[in-house]
């Protein structure tokens, strides 16, 4: 976890590069620098970043290897950990960025939407800072966070459509400004990182052993590598349902109950791996793809039809955990190559959980002089939080029949 030897020198030197290069609080004109601090589920991760958007440290510390063991996530277990984890956490990327808490121009910390208990932790820690060192506050809504990441990798002008997909959330928005969302879409029931975790969860993917360490949606996508999905028919969601809602819970069901019959015709109890868990697993990967993207596509057309998207490169983004799924990226590749939009997805390591993303949009909001509180300011967290205004009843209205498209990715073997 911490640097060896030789790294801490690397390190050392690396640190005293970048005093140079941003100065000592004594001897230069600062460029401002944000700390990001995210804590609303089971990371715990921080960076520093300068208003430039150059990534000076960063640090993460996930939970995830704990909660796959005890089957989910228990919120007071998650905010213990974050308690552990978090002053250890911020120093490390302070320590790595070479800068000290007094050169700090603004703390930007997730206050919504996540787990309670785990928003807390974050928020009292970044209170009790920015009152210590006179800094002032950002509260950052975590969704907007996964939504502007793109903007740190490369220049996208707003307004442009995304897709969020995580193991909390799913929702097609239209990004207009940093603080400025329309809501398109959102999930009625679970997530789909939720529903690939617990199916994972129900054909016992943890006992497999090329799956143990991984969380549910990784270990769907390698085993489907290797599974054929024409083997189980599962139905898409939605299909009479006109609008970009998402739904997963009667997918996952139709899943158990295959799953069930499955394990009564091979005559081994619940627990045991089946042998045809690969077949499941494609077919699962490729039925919430084809959700995903059918959804996707309706909200595409909406765009085009309302003028909500520039004629001048129209742009998708995808992000939040499930965006690194390859299958699904292709999928939704399908869907923009045929509606000539422009497809991002950041990295992986940036559509999950960090601490770049809300140090970002800590720049963000700094630039742009929104939503930046003074050290003494009353700030809470908020478990519940909507993404912007809500259009989702005029997307509903607007009954939009989506043209048939044919989602057939090649199998490409782990
Ligand atoms: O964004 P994230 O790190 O945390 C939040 O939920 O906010 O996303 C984690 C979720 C988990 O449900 C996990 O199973 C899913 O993202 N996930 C994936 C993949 N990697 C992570 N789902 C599908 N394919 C993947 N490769
Ligand atoms: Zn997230």
Redesign the pocket.
């Known amino acids: 976890m911490f640097p060896s030897r030789a790294n801490k020198h690397l390190h050392r030197l690396l640190t005293q590069c970048k005093r140079q290069q941003y100065g000592d609080v004594t001897t230069r004109k600062a460029s401002r620098l944000v700390l990001g601090i995210e804590t ?4 715990t991760g921080a960076a520093v970043l300068s208003e430039e958007g150059t990534i000076l440290g960063e640090y993460l510390i996930s939970q995830k290897e704990v909660h796959l063991r005890t089957g989910g996530i228990i919120p007071s277990v998650a905010q213990q950990l974050h308690r552990e984890h978090i002053e250890r956490v911020v120093q490390e990327a302070l320590d790595r960025s070479g800068v000290d808490p007094g050169q700090i121009s603004a703390v930007a910390t997730t206050v919504k939407p996540g787990l309670a208990l785990s928003l807390g932790v974050g928020l009292k820690f970044s209170l009790d800072f920015v009152r210590r060192h006179h800094t002032p506050f950002i509260p950052i809504h ?1 969704m907007e966070a ?1 939504a502007l990441t793109v903007r740190l990798l490369q220049p996208v002008s707003f307004p442009f459509l995304v897709l969020l ?5 799913s929702l097609l928005a239209v990004a207009r400004g940093v603080d400025d969302f329309v809501l398109l879409g959102r999930s009625l029931d679970e ?4 529903t ?2 617990k199916v ?1 969860r129900r054909l016992s993917l943890i006992k497999h052993p090329r799956c143990s360490t991984l ?4 270990a ?2 390698l085993l489907a590598k290797d599974g054929d999905r024409s083997k189980f028919a599962f139905t898409t969601p939605m299909g009479q349902m006109y609008d970009c809602c998402f739904s997963f819970a009667g997918l996952r069901n139709q899943i158990n109950m295959t799953i069930e019959k499955k394990e009564a015709a091979e005559g081994i109890e619940r627990g045991t791996l089946l042998s045809c868990v690969n077949d499941i697993a494609a077919a699962t ?1 490729h039925t919430v793809a084809c959700h995903l993207a059918k959804r996707t596509h309706r909200a595409i057309l909406f765009c085009k039809a309302n003028g909500l998207l520039p004629s001048d490169t129209p742009t998708l983004v995808v992000s ?3 965006a ?3 299958y ?1 990226r292709k999928a939704l590749g399908v869907i923009t190559m045929a509606t000539d939009l422009r497809l991002l997805c950041p990295p ?1 390591k940036f ?3 960090n601490g770049v993303m809300i140090a970002w949009n800590g720049v963000e909001r700094l630039r742009e002089g929104k939503g930046i509180l003074p050290p003494h300011a009353d700030v809470s967290y908020e478990p519940k939080a909507p993404l912007g205004i809500d259009l989702t009843s005029q997307v509903k209205a607007a009954a939009i029949q989506v043209p048939p498209i044919r989602i057939n990715i090649k199998r490409t073997s782990a």
Do not use: F
Not at 191 to 194: E, F, S
Not at 215 to 218: D, F, T, W, Y
């Open positions: 609303s589920c089971d990371d975590h996964h997909v995580s193991g909390g959330h997530a789909p990182g939720d690939l975790d994972a969380s549910g949606g990784q769907i996508e990967q939040g955990g499930v690194s799924n390859e699904i992986a559509c999950t959980d």
